[in-house]
Structure formats: structure tokens, C-alpha cells
């Protein structure tokens, strides 16, 4: 198994989840990466990814992991990758993984608000609750968001961590949506980033 870190950026950033597997797979097919298909009626390539980017968030330090059917080159595969990749769309390095995206159960991002609505913005993550309604498999479900966020303040600029796991995983869309529900005389102008993930103990996940 191979872990593949790319950023996805710029126009990168409005292609979904979906549409993403779609244009990695034939990204890989004009690049010749040797992939390892999966077996039965229905031969697939095998990618699996970290955690699915929600629409118009940047993400600095996305993971890939695929099967290859023979030993390449890292460093020339990855280049042969990014002749290929579209506009926003970069491959930063590749290298043999030794764990599981199961370990995975947090995320960091920062969100960056424009200077006018910082105060409320401050204020409304003060609060005792920020309750949402999340849309699950199962149906909809009532999230207090203070119970699962850690957040810090520098200038304009928000760290916020949130769960990212197979048991807890809450965009940072549904805190900026809340505020805005609340606050409609403000636009959603928030510029939002996933830097990188963590797992159980607090360490950085790679």
C-alpha cells in the first residue's frame, strides 16, 4: 500500500467528493500509474481517500492510498502525476503507509473571516451551545457543536479543530452555516482551509 499527499486548492476546491474519484482515476490512467484493479464483475482501481473534503475548502495535506501491481519511482511518479493533474490539483510526495485512516478522529482548519464580522463571529463560539441539526444515514440528528469544538483566535483567523472520524465527523460548513442563520446580515465570505488530521492521542496523523 502507497499514501499519496495532495493539496487541493483553487478551482480544485468545487470538485465533489464523487467527481473527485472520477478525475483521479483517469489522472492515473493518462499518468500510467501501474494501479491494482479490484477483482469480480465490476474491476475498479483501488484509491481509497482520508476523509471526503467538503465543496470549496482548501486542503493542504489530503491522503490517497492505492495498490500498485509493480515498484516505481516515488518522486518520478509524482511527477508524471501533476503533468496531468488539473488547475488546483497537486501531488506533494509519496510513500509506503504503515497505518490505517481508522486512527484518524480529528481535523485542523482555520477559517479566516473578513475584519466586519469578527466580533460576532468571536461571540457566537463563546456561547454555552451551538446547536445544529446534522443529516446522518439514519436521518437527522441535534449536534451541540460546543461539546466537540477547540477553537483559538489569531487576528482574523480561527483554528478550529473538529471531529473527522468513522464515529464523529462535522464540517466546519455546518458552524459557518449556523452563524450565518443567525447573523443573515452577513455574507459568506470565509475563507476555510484543513490543514492536516490527528489521531486518539493528539498526534499529528501521517
Request: proline residues 4%.
Amino acid at each position: 500500500m502507497i499514501r499519496i499527499v495532495f493539496s487541493k486548492s483553487s478551482f480544485a476546491t468545487y470538485i465533489s467528493h464523487l467527481d473527485m474519484t472520477r478525475c483521479v482515476s483517469r489522472l492515473f490512467s493518462r499518468a500510467d500509474v501501474p494501479i491494482w484493479f479490484t477483482q469480480g464483475f465490476n474491476p475498479h482501481p483501488y484509491m481509497v481517500f482520508s476523509a471526503a473534503l467538503p465543496i470549496g475548502i482548501t486542503g493542504e495535506n489530503e491522503f490517497l492510498d492505492i495498490k500498485l501491481t509493480e515498484e516505481c519511482d516515488f518522486d518520478e511518479l509524482c511527477e508524471r502525476m501533476n503533468k496531468e493533474a488539473p488547475r488546483g490539483l497537486e501531488f506533494k510526495k509519496i510513500y509506503n503507509a504503515d497505518n490505517s485512516f481508522s486512527e484518524i478522529v480529528s481535523a485542523l482548519y482555520t477559517i479566516e473571516l473578513p475584519d466586519s464580522c469578527i466580533k460576532s463571529f468571536t461571540e457566537f463560539l463563546e456561547r454555552d451551545e451551538i446547536n445544529i441539526s446534522k443529516k446522518t444515514k439514519k436521518g437527522f440528528i441535534e449536534v451541540n457543536l460546543k461539546d466537540h469544538i477547540k477553537y483559538e483566535k489569531e487576528g482574523n483567523t480561527f483554528k478550529v479543530t473538529l471531529p473527522c472520524g468513522t464515529d464523529m465527523n462535522l464540517s466546519p460548513l455546518l458552524l459557518t452555516k449556523a452563524f450565518l442563520d443567525e447573523y443573515s446580515e452577513y455574507d459568506n465570505d470565509f475563507n476555510i482551509i484543513r490543514h492536516c488530521f490527528y489521531k486518539a492521542n493528539g498526534e499529528k496523523f501521517e
